[in-house]
Every structure is written in structure tokens, then in C-alpha cells.
């Protein structure tokens, strides 16, 4: 690894977050569950990702919360426009949405919240017209994700669950 490579900052996102950047930056993330967004303009080198948990919920207030999909969604698009950038000119990457409890599935009573959030992100994407080229989500387990701004590489690294039978 080049020298240049190893002082680009790195941040970590939690359940929730959501960061844009325009300077050179290594975002990193690991899913369960939820779902994250990684949006990159490859001409600026600028964008962001986000790691949300749920859908959606009903809104309460006028701030949005990265949270839930359609909110982080809508946190991109704001950002895009805000640096005179169109969100239709990024790259759009979607990962995560494993099943962490396989054998409890049927019996949980709120529903499969990764197929929701999978289902989430991939509405969202269609409705914002957002150049969707790369998806790894669904199965079980969970995700590492680690998406350069410099490069627009995402690096995954998926551990699925191994069910009883």
C-alpha cells in the first residue's frame, strides 16, 4: 500500500449516520440488518455513505435522520445539490440487508426487517432515477464495508450464517 494511500482519513459510521465528503476519505461500516448507501460523483471525487436501520417511519419533525432509508436518501440528494452536483450523476452502491436470525424468521411478529430495508433501498433508488452498479444484499449474516472516495471502490466482506438443519 502507498504511502498516500494509508494517510487518507478514515471514519466510521454507526447504525444511523450519514456522511458526505469532498475531500479524499475511507468510510467504513459493518451490517446486519441494515442497509448502506454509498453514492459517488466520478468526476468530483465527492459523496457519501450512509448506514441506516429502518425504512421509514412517520415523521414527527421537519430534520431528517439518517436512520431510515427514504430520510438518508433524501439527506443525498440535498447534498448533491448543495455542491451544484446532480444526484442522476452518481454512482449508486447498495450492501447489506442480511437476515441475522434465520431460524426465528417466521416467528417474528414485526415482519423480516432486512427484506424491508433491501426492498427500501431499491425503491428508493428507482424513484430518485439514481444510477444504481453494484448491490450486494440479502442472504444472512453480516457485512464489512469499507467505500473510498477516492476510487469509488467499495470493499465488502460478507460472513453469512451457517443454519442448523
Not at 494511500?5 to 458526505?20: D, H, K, S, T
Request: charged share 20%.
Amino acid at each position: 500500500m502507498s504511502a498516500a494511500l494509508m494517510q487518507v482519513p478514515e471514519v466510521y459510521l454507526a447504525p444511523g449516520e450519514f456522511r458526505f465528503a469532498t475531500s479524499p476519505t475511507r468510510l467504513r461500516t459493518i451490517l446486519g440488518s441494515c442497509v448502506a448507501v454509498t453514492l459517488w460523483h466520478p468526476e468530483r471525487k465527492i459523496g457519501g455513505m450512509c448506514h441506516y436501520m429502518l425504512p421509514s417511519r412517520a415523521r414527527c419533525s421537519t430534520a431528517l435522520n439518517g436512520m431510515y432509508a427514504d430520510e438518508a436518501i433524501e439527506l443525498f440528494v440535498r447534498q448533491a445539490k448543495a455542491h451544484r452536483t446532480e444526484p442522476e450523476d452518481y454512482q449508486l452502491k447498495l450492501f447489506g440487508g442480511g437476515e441475522m436470525f434465520p431460524e426465528l424468521q417466521r416467528q417474528v411478529p414485526f415482519g423480516d426487517v432486512a427484506r424491508m430495508n433491501v426492498n427500501a433501498a431499491l425503491e428508493m433508488a428507482a424513484l430518485y432515477r439514481l444510477d444504481l452498479i453494484a448491490q450486494d444484499m440479502g442472504s444472512t449474516g453480516y457485512r464489512s464495508i469499507i467505500f473510498d472516495l477516492c476510487s469509488g471502490d467499495v470493499w465488502v466482506r460478507h460472513q453469512p450464517i451457517r443454519t442448523r438443519h
